[in-house]
């Protein structure tokens, strides 16, 4: 049987992955972040297993992107700059 990462698993890659419960509740995604530990649920405890929906990269310099401190100023930037006129 396909087992995914267990609670307590060291998460590999940052992304999007599906929580399979015991019975409980139905299956659903949930994001992690790679170097945290898979949790155990709070109803069936470590009956709960993950498998990888969707990989993701957190947003930054390294896929082509401004890191995210830079975009926060552009947004206050352009947000001073409609604010004012109005339409
Ligand atoms: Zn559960």
């Known amino acids: 049987m396909p087992m995914g990462f267990r609670p307590g698993d060291r998460v590999p890659a940052t992304g999007i992955y599906t929580a399979s419960h015991d019975q409980h509740r139905q299956p659903h995604d949930v994001v992690v972040t790679q170097g945290e530990n898979f949790p155990d649920c709070r109803t069936c405890h470590d009956r709960v297993s993950f498998s990888l929906a969707q990989a993701a990269k ?22 001073k700059k409609s604010s004012g006129g109005g339409d």
């Open 58 to 79: 957190h947003i930054g310099p390294g896929d082509g992107f401004h890191n995210t401190a830079e975009t926060e100023a552009i947004a206050k930037k352009q947000a």
